[in-house]
């Protein structure tokens, strides 16, 4: 390229010229290069991950060779509802309404702070307060509830200090709940979920209760409602996309972890726990992959009430 | 060195929501070397669309767009000796001035030392010698405005297209700016195509305006001839107030379909200076507004037939007019202008 | 999810107490458990996990990192985040130079594609690859680690890339392009140099997410060790606690700088885009 003419726009031949200008013209083929591999790599890999998931919960395990059946069968889904997996599968679906619950009662209070109450440095501390824990290590924050759970750990201590070992006592005698200890009881798995998820809820509602318009609450109070009554009439409900996008999360995490259970609770099973060990453990690849579809099922309903909550547009 | 621009029967025709745009249809224009040309029409008329696909950043759907005869519809903005000032400006915020306006030097391949020496002349031309080494965000809109002039020009083009440069600005910086644009357009002799939706910027800085409406081109003509003979209603009531009388109403006063004549060239003669021969028409004032240096009057005809606006100057008037008040109208016969097609 | 303050006015008086006990109170129960890590990390004790502890003592750091597999789980981890964050960094700026701003048909199936391994339990994916893999008969690798993690890695480089991409202005290129720049040049002098600090924040979130992830590693890395991987077998069979702690810390600290800086780097962007 000479500039010794800059007024001379004429024909450009380079390679990456006529490269460009053919990306230029024929807009499809642009697009097209630029979505290739991302879509190949997901098609390929990910969807057909998934194909084989699916495949693979149709074909058995042979008892006698340990070796995969490559036979459509129905087999997998008759035992998916033999009573003790529909009791997993129950257990697991009561377990993530319970953390969901729990997380939207806990989380929109400080939501509802950080939203409208916090500014400046105090609003970053806040949220960078939530996005740590969201972000750091899963298996780090497990086991740091591990040390608080143990039996001569931290709350035992503090409940000792208080005088209130009793009542740890009476919780853990409790018959559905309970265990011999905080981190051997269905409790413990719990409260942990609890935290785990927690910052999961607490964004999206906060985001959510950002974006109501100051002039909605002040036409509120203008119309002689209490804060409390604003709070419960006007808030509260246009919060609710945002309590429904976070309650995506809490749900769809606890309904398929395997390793909060297994590292704390006691030897209940849950639906991720029975994947697991039955492509890991009982080699029956098979049977685990129709097991995780019911997990898939259940989110999809899920998903599907949420999308109807508005949930989708507060993501 | 400056080029002709040529569009030949050029369409441009999308789908939106849906629906089929014809956003430019079917519209044929020569602009001549070395002049100053406008387009001009309200928004959604097709005006922007034009400009954008003279500099290749939309394609047309059918036509051919010649610069000096060369076809160069299909070509890229970089393959084509035009460039554009656009219409927020679009400095790249992360370079500083004087990077942006050495950039179309430096994707040429010209070395660091000359195309610096050039951008810094070119920001002496548009009188901003020292802000080189600041970033966009740090100038004001006008500042904005001539950064991008300057950059437009580095590259000597031979067609420079303007997008509603001077829209962001207020009124006497826009002022200021259009007679600036004009004496540089004359002192640089290359071809300016300006698209503005301001008549009065068209009216004084052009010389030739092409009137879009609704994707077609109605009239291309000088100034004076667009102000005085416009060929369509919607020429006639774009460019200025206008009286438009159709049908009956129009016969009433000469032997044609469609007539138009500007309120200023309307005569009022009030009571007071009824020495001359009776008037052509007479009528009741309806309304009144003030306008600095006239009133505009809306007079109500005495034997039926539409109300027609008039201007009555303020100096030589003894007191304003008022409402109810009867006035005489008169105008000279060259005056009023026949439309020839009431649609293109 | 991004944070808005521009809408809402700022009540009259200020919160309750029980409101400010309620927000403060939440943020020590997510804090405090990783304070207490760290208190650990410097117990003397190494049998249990007693409270409070005994002593203190820096002995467990030395010991720590003199643990072999400590090492080559670190730097398995390493190699995998790099070689995730670069692969996902590559698909995620395509399809985000792809979806940005251009309308098609199949543009919202894609986008919910590409957020899918996310969205999904880490169950399905992982039991999902696993499978495939089984089928095709691959065995375990470094690289079937790294093509589960830059799966679910391209969704954060891509949130980041759109983000960016849909602020800039689309003038801009069209002015590179006017001013001779073909499409090359100005994706290298205009489009990156704005994408950049987006692109670097999405590697930032991609590296931390792909260091840490467990789950879909359990499914796909057969025998191999990444650091998540030893500290969940630590977790369910102790080996030195103490050396465990030392590594919790660790994990903290090298998740910690890359989220805080891609955050800032978040931050920074939309102010100077604000101004």
Same mark, same amino acid.
Request: neutral net charge; aromatic residues 10%.
């Given at each position: 390229?000479?500039?010794?003419?800059?007024?001379?726009?004429?024909?450009?031949?380079?390679?990456?010229?006529?490269?460009?200008?053919?990306?230029?013209?024929?807009?499809?083929?642009?697009?097209?290069?630029?979505?290739?591999?991302?879509?190949?790599?997901?098609?390929?890999?990910?969807?057909?991950?998934?194909?084989?998931?699916?495949?693979?919960?149709?074909?058995?395990?042979?008892?006698?060779?340990?070796?995969?059946?490559?036979?459509?069968?129905?087999?997998?889904?008759?035992?998916?509802?033999?009573?003790?997996?529909?009791?997993?599968?129950?257990?697991?679906?009561?377990?993530?309404?319970?953390?969901?619950?729990?997380?939207?009662?806990?989380?929109?209070?400080?939501?509802?702070?950080?939203?409208?109450?916090?500014?400046?440095?105090?609003?970053?501390?806040?949220?960078?307060?939530?996005?740590?824990?969201?972000?750091?290590?899963?298996?780090?924050?497990?086991?740091?509830?591990?040390?608080?759970?143990?039996?001569?750990?931290?709350?035992?201590?503090?409940?000792?200090?208080?005088?209130?070992?009793?009542?740890?006592?009476?919780?853990?005698? &409790?018959?559905?709940?309970?265990?011999? !200890?905080?981190?051997?009881?269905?409790?413990?798995?719990?409260?942990?979920?609890?935290?785990?998820?927690?910052?999961?809820?607490?964004?999206?509602?906060?985001?959510?209760?950002?974006?109501?318009?100051?002039?909605?609450?002040?036409? !509120?109070?203008?119309?002689?409602?209490?804060?409390?009554?604003?709070?419960?009439?006007?808030?509260?409900?246009?919060?609710?996309?945002?309590?429904?996008?976070?309650?995506?999360?809490?749900?769809?995490?606890?309904?398929?972890?395997?390793?909060?259970?297994?590292?704390?609770?006691?030897?209940?099973?849950?639906?991720?726990?029975?994947?697991?060990?039955?492509?890991?453990?009982?080699?029956?690849?098979?049977?685990?992959?129709?097991?995780?579809?019911?997990?898939?099922?259940?989110?999809?309903?899920?998903?599907?009430?949420?999308?109807?909550?508005?949930?989708?547009?507060?993501? | 060195?400056?080029?002709?621009?040529?569009?030949?029967?050029?369409?441009?025709?999308?789908?939106?929501?849906?629906?089929?745009?014809?956003?430019?249809?079917?519209?044929?224009?020569?602009?001549?070397?070395?002049?100053?040309?406008?387009?001009?029409?309200?928004?959604?008329?097709?005006?922007?669309?034009?400009?954008?696909?003279?500099?290749?950043?939309? &394609?047309?759907?059918?036509?051919?767009?010649?610069?000096?005869?060369?076809?160069?519809?299909?070509?890229?903005?970089?393959?084509?000796?035009?460039?554009?000032?656009?219409?927020?400006?679009?400095?790249?915020?992360?370079? !500083?001035?004087?990077?942006?306006?050495?950039?179309?030097?430096?994707?040429?391949?010209?070395?660091?030392?000359?195309?610096?020496?050039?951008?810094?002349?070119?920001?002496?031309?548009?009188?901003?010698?020292?802000?080189?080494?600041?970033?966009?965000?740090?100038?004001?809109?006008?500042?904005?405005?001539?950064?991008?002039?300057?950059?437009?020009?580095?590259?000597?083009?031979?067609?420079?297209?303007?997008?509603?440069?001077?829209?962001? &600005?207020?009124?006497?910086?826009?002022?200021?700016?259009?007679?600036?644009?004009?004496?540089?357009?004359?002192?640089?002799?290359?071809?300016?195509?300006?698209?503005?939706?301001?008549?009065?910027?068209?009216?004084?800085?052009?010389?030739?305006?092409?009137?879009?409406?609704?994707?077609?081109?109605?009239?291309?003509?000088?100034?004076?001839?667009?102000?005085?003979?416009?060929?369509?209603?919607?020429?006639?009531?774009?460019?200025?107030?206008?009286?438009?009388?159709?049908?009956?109403?129009?016969?009433?006063?000469?032997?044609?379909?469609?007539? =138009?004549?500007?309120?200023?060239?309307?005569?009022?003669?009030?009571?007071?200076?009824?020495?001359?021969?009776?008037?052509?028409?007479?009528?009741?004032?309806?309304?009144?507004?003030?306008?600095?240096?006239?009133?505009?009057?809306?007079?109500?005809?005495?034997?039926?037939?539409?109300?027609?606006?008039?201007?009555?100057?303020?100096?030589?008037?003894?007191?304003?007019?008022?409402?109810?008040?009867?006035?005489?109208?008169?105008?000279?016969?060259?005056?009023?202008?026949?439309?020839?097609?009431?649609?293109? | =999810?991004?944070?808005?303050?521009?809408?809402?006015?700022?009540?009259?008086?200020?919160?309750?107490?029980?409101?400010?006990?309620?927000?403060?109170?939440?943020?020590?129960?997510?804090?405090?458990?990783?304070?207490?890590?760290?208190?650990?990390?410097?117990?003397?004790?190494?049998?249990?996990?007693?409270?409070?502890?005994?002593?203190?003592?820096?002995?467990?750091?030395?010991?720590?990192?003199?643990?072999?597999?400590?090492?080559?789980?670190?730097?398995?981890?390493?190699?995998?985040?790099?070689?995730?964050?670069?692969?996902?960094?590559?698909?995620?700026?395509?399809?985000?130079?792809?979806?940005?701003?251009?309308?098609?048909?199949?543009?919202?199936?894609?986008?919910?594609?590409?957020?899918?391994?996310?969205?999904?339990?880490?169950?399905?994916?992982?039991?999902?690859?696993?499978?495939?893999?089984?089928?095709?008969?691959?065995?375990?690798?470094?690289?079937?680690?790294?093509?589960?993690?830059?799966?679910?890695?391209?969704?954060?480089?891509?949130?980041?890339?759109?983000?960016?991409?849909?602020?800039?202005?689309?003038?801009?290129?069209?002015?590179?392009?006017?001013?001779?720049?073909?499409?090359?040049?100005?994706?290298?002098?205009?489009?990156?140099?704005?994408?950049?600090?987006?692109?670097?924040?999405?590697?930032?979130?991609?590296?931390?997410?792909?260091?840490?992830?467990?789950?879909?590693?359990?499914?796909?890395?057969?025998?191999?060790?990444?650091?998540?991987?030893? =500290?969940?077998?630590?977790?369910?069979?102790?080996?030195?606690?103490?050396?465990?702690?030392?590594?919790?810390?660790?994990?903290?600290?090298?998740?910690?700088?890359?989220?805080?800086?891609?955050?800032?780097?978040?931050?920074?962007?939309?102010?100077?885009?604000?101004?």
């Amino acid at each position: 390229m000479t500039a010794s003419s800059p007024t001379s726009a004429a024909a450009r031949n380079g390679l990456l010229d006529r490269l460009s200008t053919l990306l230029y013209t024929r807009r499809g083929l642009l697009l097209g290069v630029l979505l290739a591999p991302p879509l190949l790599w997901f098609g390929i890999i990910y969807l057909g991950s998934l194909l084989s998931l699916l495949a693979n919960s149709f074909f058995r395990l042979d008892d006698f060779t340990g070796q995969v059946v490559r036979e459509v069968g129905f087999g997998n889904f008759v035992e998916i509802f033999s009573p003790t997996n529909l009791d997993v599968a129950l257990r697991s679906t009561l377990m993530a309404v319970a953390v969901t619950l729990s997380c939207a009662l806990l989380g929109f209070p400080m939501a509802y702070y950080m939203a409208r109450y916090a500014r400046g440095t105090q609003k970053a501390l806040l949220y960078v307060a939530v996005m740590l824990p969201l972000w750091s290590s899963y298996l780090v924050r497990l086991y740091a509830w591990k040390l608080l759970l143990a039996k001569e750990g931290a709350i035992s201590w503090v409940l000792q200090a208080l005088h209130l070992q009793w009542l740890l006592d009476a919780v853990l005698a &409790l018959p559905v709940v309970g265990g011999s !200890s905080l981190s051997f009881s269905p409790l413990g798995t719990y409260l942990v979920f609890v935290y785990m998820w927690l910052p999961f809820m607490i964004l999206p509602i906060m985001a959510a209760i950002e974006r109501i318009p100051g002039s909605y609450l002040e036409a !509120s109070a203008d119309l002689g409602a209490s804060p409390a009554q604003t709070l419960r009439q006007v808030i509260i409900p246009l919060a609710m996309p945002g309590v429904a996008a976070g309650s995506i999360f809490t749900f769809s995490l606890t309904l398929g972890d395997y390793i909060i259970p297994q590292v704390i609770g006691n030897s209940t099973l849950y639906i991720g726990q029975v994947v697991y060990r039955q492509q890991g453990v009982a080699g029956n690849l098979p049977f685990a992959a129709a097991f995780s579809l019911v997990p898939i099922v259940i989110i999809g309903v899920y998903l599907w009430l949420a999308k109807r909550k508005g949930a989708f547009d507060a993501l | 060195m400056s080029s002709s621009v040529s569009l030949r029967d050029v369409s441009c025709v999308f789908r939106s929501a849906g629906k089929t745009v014809h956003a430019v249809a079917g519209v044929n224009l020569d602009v001549q070397a070395g002049e100053f040309f406008t387009l001009l029409g309200p928004s959604g008329s097709g005006k922007t669309t034009c400009l954008r696909m003279i500099g290749g950043f939309t &394609l047309p759907t059918d036509g051919r767009i010649l610069i000096d005869g060369q076809d160069v519809s299909q070509n890229p903005p970089y393959a084509r000796p035009v460039n554009t000032v656009f219409q927020d400006y679009a400095l790249f915020p992360h370079m !500083s001035i004087l990077d942006n306006v050495a950039y179309g030097l430096m994707v040429r391949g010209v070395d660091k030392a000359s195309r610096e020496k050039k951008a810094q002349q070119l920001l002496e031309t548009v009188q901003l010698p020292e802000v080189g080494q600041r970033k966009p965000p740090q100038l004001s809109g006008g500042q904005r405005q001539r950064v991008a002039l300057a950059r437009a020009l580095i590259n000597e083009p031979q067609v420079l297209l303007l997008d509603e440069p001077l829209g962001a &600005l207020d009124l006497k910086l826009r002022e200021q700016m259009q007679s600036e644009l004009k004496s540089l357009q004359r002192k640089l002799g290359i071809t300016f195509i300006f698209v503005t939706h301001d008549q009065h910027e068209a009216l004084s800085m052009s010389d030739r305006i092409g009137v879009f409406n609704q994707g077609r081109l109605e009239q291309v003509a000088s100034p004076a001839d667009l102000y005085n003979r416009p060929s369509t209603r919607f020429v006639a009531e774009f460019v200025g107030a206008a009286n438009v009388l159709q049908g009956a109403d129009a016969r009433r006063y000469a032997a044609a379909e469609a007539l =138009m004549i500007r309120p200023e060239r309307v005569q009022v003669r009030r009571r007071a200076d009824d020495t001359a021969p009776g008037p052509r028409v007479s009528g009741v004032v309806r309304e009144v507004q003030f306008f600095g240096a006239f009133w505009r009057l809306q007079v109500q005809p005495l034997d039926g037939g539409a109300p027609l606006l008039a201007d009555l100057p303020v100096q030589g008037s003894d007191h304003a007019p008022v409402v109810g008040e009867t006035v005489g109208l008169d105008w000279v016969d060259g005056d009023l202008h026949i439309i020839e097609a009431l649609h293109p | =999810m991004r944070s808005d303050t521009t809408r809402t006015s700022r009540p009259q008086r200020g919160a309750s107490l029980g409101l400010k006990l309620a927000t403060w109170g939440c943020v020590l129960f997510l804090h405090i458990p990783l304070a207490l890590i760290v208190l650990y990390a410097f117990s003397s004790e190494d049998k249990s996990y007693v409270f409070p502890p005994p002593a203190l003592t820096t002995q467990w750091f030395g010991v720590a990192l003199e643990r072999q597999d400590v090492w080559d789980a670190m730097k398995l981890s390493f190699q995998v985040a790099l070689w995730a964050t670069g692969m996902a960094l590559v698909l995620g700026t395509l399809a985000a130079g792809a979806l940005a701003r251009t309308r098609f048909f199949g543009r919202d199936a894609i986008n919910l594609l590409l957020i899918l391994p996310i969205a999904l339990p880490g169950v399905i994916t992982g039991i999902a690859l696993r499978s495939s893999y089984h089928a095709l008969e691959i065995p375990f690798s470094f690289w079937t680690i790294v093509i589960g993690h830059a799966t679910f890695c391209v969704v954060v480089v891509y949130n980041n890339a759109v983000a960016r991409l849909r602020r800039i202005h689309p003038g801009l290129i069209e002015a590179s392009m006017d001013l001779g720049a073909n499409a090359f040049q100005t994706f290298r002098y205009v489009l990156l140099p704005q994408l950049g600090s987006a692109l670097l924040a999405g590697g930032l979130l991609a590296f931390a997410l792909s260091f840490d992830e467990v789950i879909v590693t359990t499914f796909t890395a057969g025998q191999q060790t990444t650091l998540p991987i030893w =500290m969940l077998q630590e977790l369910i069979r102790p080996r030195q606690r103490p050396v465990t702690n030392v590594v919790a810390v660790i994990m903290i600290a090298l998740t910690f700088i890359p989220i805080v800086l891609a955050y800032w780097l978040t931050r920074a962007d939309e102010d100077s885009h604000n101004r």
